[in-house]
């Protein structure tokens, strides 16, 4: 297994390779899930050395975190894990609304730390922004909370670069969680930037970009059960075209396409660990396999060259 990488300027070390796990429980994402499969996928990943689990509130509702939760206690294996969850979402009525003030936040902590039956949560983020609150007293409350002991690192997630500012105004902003892939590659231009420069890691979601990046897609593909922008049809055959480069360098090295896509990110200087999803036992231990992938400069450098928007 690869060495351990450190989480920004925090005490979190972890294999760079973590779990997404929307799909353990998140029923409100996915039709269909299956509860045992994934306990079963939690289960396999900590066995084979991911001690990053990422989850949050509105997988679910709620049920992400409760089974997580219930498979560490019967690993017994809490203080080998790095746990990050996330929290903004409130439900009023039927409706579902944004909050950041800091009492939710206080009470979002509190309820996350019960659903995983822990009494810490590494790495705690704000899900998404809302309108009205102040996004460093937002991010006030979680230090608090992180001097108590609660949680040992603060997250956000989905800020613009000026809320991520806002939020850092006193630099107790550690991680920052946005969308980032070979086609999304905006966060290049101001969010990796201010990463770099403020110890903050960057961590990725959509890494894959719903599956296209993964190379299993091909020009008879039925575009019309799939949906997102990933999908429309010009995005979709350019894409296949630029995924012929790195199919070659998949090719040369036994690997498939995905663990490319992956190993590359790790070599971006804002991104130090990446969390891709899974609905299967067998998909964690897959992605694993990025670890043993080595890109040379001129591979990383013509996957640069080929995905510049």
């Known amino acids: 297994m690869s060495n351990q990488v450190r989480i920004g300027k925090t005490n979190l070390y972890v294999n760079p390779i973590g779990l997404g796990t929307n799909a353990v429980g998140g029923h409100n994402l996915f039709q269909n899930l299956d509860e045992e499969a994934g306990r079963e996928l939690v289960r396999t990943g900590i066995a084979n050395g991911i001690n990053f689990l990422d989850t949050a509130f509105i997988y679910g509702p709620k049920r992400s975190e409760e089974i997580i939760g219930e498979v560490v206690k019967e690993i017994g294996s809490r203080s080998q894990l790095v746990i990050a969850t996330k929290a903004a979402h409130k439900f009023v009525g039927k409706d579902i609304v944004i909050d950041n003030s800091p009492s939710f936040l206080k009470q979002s902590v509190e309820e996350s730390l019960q659903r995983l039956q822990t009494d810490y949560i590494d790495l705690f983020y704000i899900h998404f922004p809302d309108k009205d609150t102040p996004k460093d007293e937002a991010v006030g409350v979680l230090k608090q909370l992180k001097d108590e002991g609660k949680i040992r690192a603060i997250g956000v997630s989905n800020f613009s670069i000026e809320q991520l500012r806002e939020a850092n105004k006193d630099g107790y902003v550690d991680v920052y969680q946005g969308e980032y892939n070979l086609l999304s590659r905006d966060a ?68 498939e396409v995905a663990h490319v896509v992956l190993a590359w990110y790790l070599t971006r200087e804002a991104i130090d660990v990446i969390i891709p999803g899974a609905k299967r036992a067998e998909q964690v231990l897959n992605n694993l396999k990025t670890l043993e992938i080595q890109l040379t400069d001129a591979e990383i450098q013509e996957i640069d060259r080929v995905f510049q928007s």
């Open 188 to 255: 290049e231009k101001e969010l990796f930037p201010y990463a770099i420069n403020n110890g903050i890691s960057y961590i990725p979601y959509f890494p894959l970009a719903s599956g296209l990046l993964t190379g299993k897609y091909n020009k008879n593909t039925n575009l019309e059960e799939k949906r997102g922008k990933f999908f429309q049809k010009e995005t979709f055959e350019a894409t296949l075209e630029k995924m012929e480069h790195i199919r070659d360098i998949a090719n040369g090295k036994g690997a």
